[in-house]
């Protein structure tokens, strides 16, 4: 995380696993940011990024768990891929 800069940090707040993962979320709204997992590596939420990113996903997960209020339409409805 050394080399990662925040334009404000006002309202990060941190959770903090007793595994040692850490959940970074605005204390404001709720949003979660970023989090880090037991060795440090850090994943940012692509909703905390501001402005056109160019990424697209590339699977789902856990599609027999998820909520009848989804409908996905790229045709990848009946399997998982990892």
């Not at 800069?5 to 707040?13: C, G, I, P, V, Y």
């Not at 903090?16 to 997992?37: E, M, N, Q």
């Amino acid at each position: 995380m050394a080399d990662v800069e925040f334009a404000s940090d006002a309202t990060l707040h941190w959770f903090v696993h007793p595994s040692g993962a850490k959940r970074g979320f605005c204390s404001t709204c709720g949003s979660s940011l970023i989090f880090t997992d037991a060795q440090g590596v850090l994943s940012v939420e692509a909703g905390a990024i501001d402005g056109p990113t160019g990424h697209r996903l590339t699977r789902h997960i856990h599609l027999a768990d998820k909520g009848d209020y989804y409908d996905i339409t790229d045709g990848d409805t009946t399997k998982e891929q990892g």
